[in-house]
């Protein structure tokens, strides 16, 4: 059992997808794994310096059939107090 899962009683496994701006990266991974595997997994994202929803993100999402016209843009100092179970962190460079 997660650190996230003994604190807060989460009945699902926590996931973060971190990237600079939080504006499409992330954005468009917690929507696609939010739709992919709603009942599975609790699922956020966050950057280093939020920017905003970039309106490509939304976008290329309606394009697939999913809707993140609803998500916001957030800082990753909102979750400093969560244990998350898995932490994705995407990067432009490699």
Do not use: W
């Not at 499409?24 to 950057?47: C, H, K, N, T, W």
């Amino acid at each position: 059992m997660s650190k996230r899962l003994k604190k807060t009683g989460a009945e699902k496994p926590t996931v973060l997808f971190l990237c600079t701006y939080n504006s499409v990266r992330s954005q468009i991974a917690e929507g696609l794994m939010r739709s992919l595997s709603p009942d599975r997994f609790e699922v956020f994202s966050a950057g280093i310096a939020p920017a905003g929803l970039h309106p490509s993100a939304i976008k290329t999402m309606r394009e697939i059939g999913i809707d993140i016209s609803g998500q916001l843009s957030k800082s990753v100092r909102d979750f400093r107090t969560i244990d998350f179970d898995c932490d994705v962190i995407q990067q432009r460079d490699t």
